[in-house]
């Protein structure tokens, strides 16, 4: 079975400009969750879908955007980029509707200058 | 929130040596994982442990899950696994799959 698949894998973008990141799940998983990794802030949940309706939102601003799609396929929006957003973004999958067991993908890595 | 606590922060081990590294929370979950990051930044699943004990290989873990903590433990360490661990852990019931994850611990095994 696939794993869970981000594209692109690396982005350079310039403040100001807006970012579409995607995710596709492993096949069968109905939840996707979004983590932002910064060194200085660590591995902080974004938002976290589920069957096309966000469950769970963190403490992000309204910028963070994301939908899911009835694939369960997912992407995440950034708009007014800013140098702070530069990050490593992981998406995550599981079967969702209780605590299973989650898988990342490699990760989207995005350079804003 | 829950809070995660990862000790120790950093582990210089010569190859051969054992580790345990710990996870505190400050909240009872019924959703707990161990990941290692590796060079790349993806997480590799190492265990899914809300509870009791797992072992895979040269790796086990525990957690007791009445007294809010888990532990990884790696014997025979090698090269390979050095990098980063994390501890995740959330509860299902208010937060759905969300996981609060801990601030790793940075293992380096020498040669």
């Known amino acids: 079975k696939a794993g869970v698949t981000q594209t692109p894998r690396y982005l350079i973008k310039t403040r100001g400009q807006q970012v579409t990141l995607s995710c596709s799940p492993i096949?069968?998983?109905?939840?996707v969750s979004w983590y932002q990794q910064t060194p200085g802030q660590g591995l902080q949940f974004l938002f976290e879908?589920?069957?096309?309706?966000?469950?769970n939102k963190g403490n992000f601003p309204g910028r963070f955007s994301g939908r899911q799609f009835s694939n369960s396929r997912s992407e995440m929006n950034v708009s007014t980029l800013e140098l702070g957003d530069s990050a490593l973004y992981l998406c995550?999958?599981?079967?969702?509707?209780?605590?299973?067991?989650?898988?990342f993908g490699p990760g989207t890595r995005l350079t804003v200058t | 929130g829950i809070q995660v606590e990862q000790s120790p922060p950093d582990l210089i081990l010569q190859e051969g040596a054992n580790s345990t590294l710990r996870c505190n929370f400050s909240?009872?979950?019924?959703?707990l994982q161990w990941f290692h990051q590796n060079p790349w930044g993806q997480l590799i699943n190492l265990f899914y442990i809300p509870s009791g004990t797992k072992q895979n290989g040269r790796l086990s873990a525990t957690t007791v899950a009445t007294e809010r903590y888990s532990l990884l433990y790696i014997s025979s360490s090698q090269t390979t696994d050095s990098g980063v661990y994390f501890c995740a852990g959330g509860i299902q019931e208010t937060s759905g799959s969300r996981l609060t994850f801990g601030e790793g611990t940075q293992l380096t095994v020498n040669p």
């Open positions: 879908y589920f069957s096309e309706t966000q469950r």
């Open positions: 096949s069968g998983h109905r939840s």
């Open positions: 995550a999958s599981s079967l969702g509707g209780g605590p299973y067991e989650q898988y």
């Open positions: 909240d009872s979950v019924n959703n």
